[in-house]
RNA sequence: GGGCGGUUAGCUCAGCUGGCUAGAGCGCCUCGCUUACACCGAGGAGGUCGUUGGUUCAAGUCCAUCACCGCCCACCA
């Protein structure tokens, strides 16, 4: 066995051995409990980040733990054709060659779609299989895969045929770029520094009314002025007609009560084809709809000089003229947030355009509902409220996307203008038999299919085995910021599909920052590529790490050192591995019920400390807390198993002491499989090497250890203390590492004694010689032969009497005594009194 | 504008329903290459728990306030 720990020496062939023996397929006729997760689909944008490799260490933790505590477990892997992106991503390399996408045609685009997915796919996996991920691999879903395809078509019609889906013309945030609408979870708010002008408007029968905005471009489309019919300045005017400069269009001023008085000069120009709120105000008083701009963002204003023009452009030209005109009444510096598209980071251009809608009212009714009858747990739950409040103020869902690459809507029209929607694309017309159809051009928002992974990923809209083994499904584990765009919208299909939610647990992990708190990004040079960390510090290293920050808090800054110390904690398991193994006569004649029969102190202390590191990492993993589980899995390898009962046992062992060698099998065979799920190649390697025929770790029973002794605890527990007692006065003595003499008391007993002057040591002697200076501890003192002094004693002295005093101080409080609970009144007593024994010990036997 | 989270050792973070002598890893200092591990062992320094008030016998832990930092949501031109 080498000397050291190589996780590039182990992880490639485990993975192998463990997906050719089929370790990882679910069986959907099994007897077992099902349990099931659909891994949320990467986008197939490029390599996986950090965060995926946290989401992936808590999925597979998940998994490993549950086919050890015996569900049969599908953990379903997939990824995502992420429509919007992905033609970015083509389009971004199409620039690097001086292309562009009209330039090459839709055929061509399509072949490079294609090469993109097939590559970045393959990448994708490897990540996934390099960090372990025990998916089944069999079930690999892709949402443009003609199955899956087919599910959305299914669910289009669905909606369709309920009459939930309709085409409609309405505001939408429109992409230049894209030349796409996005729905409102795509827009990104960005703080701009602008200019608000402040521009008069002629009235018809004199004076004028004078109006802010941050975008005069757009009041070439203005059909209206709109002014607070509360506002005392402006009740005159409601109901004359306004002039608008540079059109010369007739604006009916009217009352409205979303103005807002305080804002600019408390009268809005109403632009009801570039503006959320203008529209609502130009359908509530009939105003008429103007579309100033193109599908490229660019000016559609003919006959006017601005025409064809990009909008700034459009702008500063339109803020000359009114100058020129006397009409801009002044300029003020304007901060406010516009809205980008999350993809493009273009600035969004809110337009009129006929769109797809999906009706929501139905499906978000039945989801606040199941949530109020706690059919979906989250962890943390404060974001159920983050959830609820989203769902509540839903609208409408614009899922027509205007792009090139997407399921295109299954909506058909023949020449005679009848609409055919069926899955299948239709030979005829369904109305008149007309064979000449054309599809409508839109495609759906990628949204739309991720919706509908829980189920579509098993089969649906088939009955299907694995639909009727796994759903729903058990866990969705996913960052914050995808809640609403995809979690909430998996509960509504689900719920509507399916009848039953599509997962009972929502489980949200942090959000990785880099080390200088920014967000992780390739484009910003903060992002930290999980391949060099696996290939740095392997793959259970990552994953310990992951799972021991991934739901103690929101965000977490990235620190390399604790990757570092996980690799450093690999390598203690694998050293402790070795020092058992070269233990001679390695047979292990563990029969039932060795545990009981225990006779060192030593080994009844680990026991029982391995039953209660058991419970803490079942009780972690159980909860979501699997910080817990990793740092009492940690704590308890290291602190206690090597750096006590090892050392402990260390002669027992040389000897080939056969007790010794059972409970010290035991308790690292245990150990390895409480750690697997979290680190599951190094386990698996050590655990392999044990004595006796081995499968695989992860096909063994979860380890359930309960004995528990007290007696034990509380003895070995002294053991540890006089060491460290001994230890220090050692070291402030300059004493040499070995050597002195202890004397105990002879209520500590002999077992203690034997071993704690083992440990630290020392001689053990009836009674300590003229030899040095006695130095006090716990329960007796020790000397050295070399010894120098004490600079311990008077620190210590220090410390004890300061804590005395405190402590007495708060007893002498009678409100103290009459008020607290008698245990915690016992409790500080009894501190008093070890105290100030301790006191007298370092006073009285210098 | 609304909501949520954070502010604890030099750094990254734990501290659940109030009882802490405030912990861990990394870093730092001093010893030690002792036949599992120098990817190690032993010892140690280092914090008035962001501010100001309050509740309580007792507050890092509860309440209020302010200040920063971060996130989510939102149709103020």
Redesign the pocket.
């Known amino acids: 066995m080498p000397?050291?720990?190589?996780p590039q020496a182990i992880e490639a062939q485990w993975y192998a051995r463990w997906e050719a023996d089929g370790l990882f397929v679910a069986d959907a006729q099994s007897d077992k409990p099902k349990f099931a997760m659909c891994f949320p689909p990467p986008n197939i944008t490029g390599e996986l980040h950090l965060g995926h490799a946290l989401q992936t260490a808590v999925y597979d933790t998940i998994a490993r733990y549950r086919r050890m505590t015996g569900d049969e477990v599908l953990f379903l892997p997939g990824y995502d054709h992420a429509a919007i992106a992905t033609q970015n991503v083509i389009e971004k390399q199409l620039a690097k060659e001086g292309l562009t996408k009209e330039q090459i045609g839709r055929e061509k685009f399509d072949e490079r779609v294609e090469r993109w997915y097939e590559q970045t796919g393959a990448t994708i996996i490897n990540q996934l299989r390099l960090l372990g991920a025990s998916m089944d691999w069999t079930r690999l879903r892709f949402t443009m895969d003609s199955r899956y395809y087919r599910s959305v078509m299914t669910a289009f019609v669905a909606f369709y045929e309920k009459g939930w889906i309709y085409r409609a013309p309405r505001i939408v945030n429109w992409c230049p770029h894209d030349r796409s609408a996005i729905s409102?979870?795509e827009v990104e708010?960005q703080e701009h520094q602008d200019t608000l002008y402040f521009i008069k408007y002629p009235i018809d029968g004199g004076g004028d009314v004078t109006i802010?905005?941050?975008?005069p471009e757009t009041m070439l489309a203005d059909t209206g002025v709109a002014v607070n019919p509360a506002d005392k300045r402006y009740k005159s005017i409601i109901g004359k007609t306004a002039v608008l400069p540079l059109v010369g269009r007739k604006l009916p001023i009217v009352g409205e009560d979303?103005?807002?008085a305080e804002?600019?000069t408390?009268a809005?120009?109403v632009t009801p084809g570039h503006?959320?709120?203008d529209y609502e105000i130009g359908q509530r008083h009939g105003l008429e709809m103007v579309n100033g701009m193109h599908e490229d963002g660019s000016m559609n204003v003919p006959g006017l000089p601005y025409d064809g023009m990009d909008a700034l452009e459009a702008r500063r030209r339109i803020v000359d003229d009114l100058k020129a005109q006397g009409l801009l009444v002044k300029e003020e510096p304007y901060t406010?947030?516009v809205g980008h598209c999350d993809r493009c980071h273009s600035i969004i251009e809110p337009l009129i355009s006929e769109q797809w809608w999906l009706r929501m009212e139905e499906m978000r009714d039945n989801s606040v509902a199941a949530s109020a009858a706690g059919q979906v747990r989250w962890h943390p739950e404060?974001y159920e409220?983050?959830y609820l409040?989203?769902l509540r103020?839903l609208h409408d869902w614009n899922i027509g996307r205007q792009l090139w690459l997407g399921h295109r809507v299954p909506v058909y029209y023949c020449e005679n203008g009848h609409v055919t929607v069926s899955v299948e694309r239709p030979d005829t017309c369904a109305k008149c038999g007309s064979a000449t159809l054309e599809q409508d051009p839109d495609v759906l928002d990628t949204w739309f299919s991720s919706a509908l992974w829980p189920f579509a990923t098993l089969g649906w809209p088939d009955d299907t085995d694995d639909l009727e083994a796994f759903y729903p499904t058990d866990i969705n584990c996913t960052a914050?910021?995808i809640i609403?765009l995809w979690v909430s919208r998996m509960i509504m299909t689900g719920l509507d599909f399916m009848g039953e939610v599509p997962f009972a647990d929502v489980v949200i992990h942090c959000v990785v920052q880099a080390?200088d708190?920014r967000?992780m990004s390739k484009s910003l040079g903060t992002g930290v590529d999980p391949r060099d960390l696996l290939a740095k510090y392997g793959a259970d290293a990552l994953r310990a790490w992951a799972t021991s920050v991934a739901m103690?808090?929101?965000?977490?800054?990235f620190?390399e050192?604790?990757v570092e110390?996980y690799?450093?904690f690999c390598?203690?398991l694998w050293?402790?591995t070795?020092?058992i193994l070269?233990s001679p006569g390695t047979q292990t004649a563990q029969a039932p019920g060795f545990i009981e029969r225990q006779e060192h102190l030593e080994d009844r202390w680990i026991l029982s400390r391995l039953s209660n590191a058991a419970s803490a990492v079942k009780s972690g993993i159980d909860t979501f807390a699997f910080?817990d589980s990793i740092n009492a899995a940690y704590a308890f390898a290291?602190n206690e198993f090597?750096?006590w009962y090892?050392?402990a046992i260390?002669d027992r062992l040389r000897e080939g002491d056969a007790s010794a060698q059972d409970v010290a099998y035991h308790s690292l065979d245990n150990l390895l499989r409480l750690l697997h799920p979290m680190m599951p190649f190094v386990t698996e390697e050590l655990w392999s090497r044990l004595p006796g025929t081995r499968d695989y770790v992860m096909r063994q029973p979860w380890p359930d250890p309960r004995f528990v002794d007290p007696e034990a605890e509380e003895q070995f527990g002294l053991v540890i203390k006089i060491v460290?007692e001994v230890?220090?006065h050692r070291?402030?003595a300059g004493a040499p590492?070995r050597g002195g003499a202890l004397e105990l008391d002879r209520s500590v007993g002999e077992t203690v004694a034997n071993l704690a002057a083992r440990l630290a040591h020392v001689e053990l002697v009836d009674e300590l010689g003229a030899v040095g200076t006695p130095l006090a501890v716990v329960a007796g003192k020790v000397s050295f032969p070399a010894g120098t002094g004490d600079a311990r004693r008077e620190r210590e002295r220090k410390r004890l009497q300061d804590?005395l005093d405190?402590t007495q101080a708060r007893l002498a409080?009678p409100?103290?005594r009459d008020?607290?609970?008698a245990e915690?009144v016992a409790?500080l007593e009894e501190?008093a009194t070890g105290l100030r024994e301790a006191l007298e010990r370092l006073t009285a036997r210098e």
Do not use: I, M, Y
């Open positions: 000397k050291a720990f190589d409102d979870l708010w802010a905005t941050v975008r979303a103005v807002e804002f600019g408390g809005l120009k503006d959320p709120l406010h947030e404060r409220r983050t409040d989203w103020g914050r910021e609403n080390a708190g967000r103690s808090s929101q965000d977490v800054r620190d050192s604790r110390g690799r450093r390598n203690k050293n402790a070795r020092l070269s910080q290291w090597c750096d090892l050392e260390k460290e230890r220090g070291q402030a590492p804590d405190k409080n409100d103290f008020r607290a609970p915690v409790n501190r």
